[in-house]
Nanobody, 124 residues
């Protein structure tokens, strides 16, 4: 059984940084596209970043500020978030795909395992 558990969320002031972690069990993350999604109140879920066979992808809104990485030996996924903005406020979710190929960043149908989420709140 696949389990994804996020941690590292919290409250931070604008321009601050946070590092999200996702502990994965029941799957080989080296064989899966892994991604971070987020959902703000009243908005649709959006892809933030993914890492897979073809490397990394980022949403335009976070490019240059966020870095996705993973440690296959620790079965862990990370999201380093720098220069945070109030518009980054959302619930952040870790997701694992059935494929090593990520496809388009916003295509959440490629992901069959999801964590419970960790809240990130950025104040101005």
């Amino acid at each position: 059984q696949v389990q994804l558990v996020e941690s590292g969320g919290g409250s931070v002031q604008a321009a601050g940084s946070l590092r999200l972690s996702c502990a994965a069990s029941g799957l080989l993350i080296s064989s899966s596209c892994m991604a971070w999604f987020r959902q703000a109140p009243g908005k649709e879920r959006e892809g933030v970043a993914s890492i897979g066979y073809a490397g990394t992808k980022y949403a335009d809104s976070v490019k240059g500020r966020f870095i996705i990485s993973k440690d296959n030996a620790k079965s862990a996924l990370y999201l380093q978030m720098n220069s945070l903005k109030p518009e980054d406020t959302a619930m952040y979710y870790c997701a694992a795909s059935w494929s090593i190929y990520c496809g388009p960043l916003g295509d959440d149908s490629r992901y069959n395992s999801w964590g419970q989420g960790t809240q990130v709140t950025v104040s101005s």
